[in-house]
């Protein structure tokens, strides 16, 4: 079984993730971390920006084990994870990593779920269950900001809903693979809903998928 989850920044779709792959024991790829991980590589190798080709290189180099260093969490990282995912050529070298993992789901689980911006739309169109987590983005922001604080990272709410609004922008305006609904998703709108609640409304997808 693949289940594809995308949505914005802040729209809760991770936690979703998570509680999904508990649930049905799915291996779990958060596919912003790629990203991110790549982002590390680049201010770690004093790369240029400019030089798209050589940072598309680097993306031949991520592992799985990459994606476990905490320092990838950090804004300085995810505002540089946003620029370069906007790259074709990065978009593009970091496909068949995602869609290999999609489809070839390590010993002990019953499948995978994906999170991401364009998992249902590019990476798995084929995944058996969609999903599209969104939320206001006030409230985005809002949930952003009390996590960044319980990290003990300084911010304000204005900062905040500033970034998060320039990321959605590229996300949704990006020449390759823009943020978008698909076609067959199921849309949640978790503005107003707690992550249990959210939890239950995928549950009662999946189950009436597998019935049938």
């Not at 991770?14 to 649930?23: L, P, S, W, Y």
């Not at 024991?25 to 400019?50: Q, S």
């Not at 970091?94 to 911006?117: E, H, W, Y």
């Amino acid at each position: 079984m693949i289940i594809a989850i995308d949505g914005p920044a802040g729209a809760g779709k991770g936690t979703a993730a998570k509680g999904i792959a508990r649930h049905y024991n799915l291996a779990h790829l958060e596919t912003g971390l790629l990203y991110r991980a790549l982002a590390f590589k680049v201010l770690e190798n004093n790369l240029n920006l400019d030089d798209k080709n050589k940072i598309s290189a680097f993306s031949s180099l991520i592992t799985l084990d990459d994606l476990q260093n905490k320092d990838l969490r950090s804004e300085e990282i995810g505002n540089l994870a946003s620029k370069i995912a906007s790259f074709p050529e990065v978009r593009q070298a970091l496909l068949d990593f995602q869609r290999k993992f999609a489809n070839t789901s390590p010993p002990g689980f019953k499948g995978t779920v994906l999170d991401g911006r364009d998992i249902g739309t590019l990476v798995c169109p084929q995944a058996d269950i969609k999903f599209y987590i969104t939320a206001k983005l006030e409230i985005r922001a809002q949930r952003r900001l009390k996590e960044l604080q319980q990290r003990g990272i300084e911010s304000i709410y204005t900062a905040v809903i500033q970034n998060m609004m320039d990321r959605d922008i590229r996300d949704e305006s990006r020449q390759q693979a823009p943020l978008t609904v698909a076609k067959d998703a199921h849309v949640i709108d978790t503005s107003d809903l707690s992550s249990d609640d959210v939890l239950k409304q995928m549950i009662t997808v999946i189950e009436q998928h597998l019935k049938k």
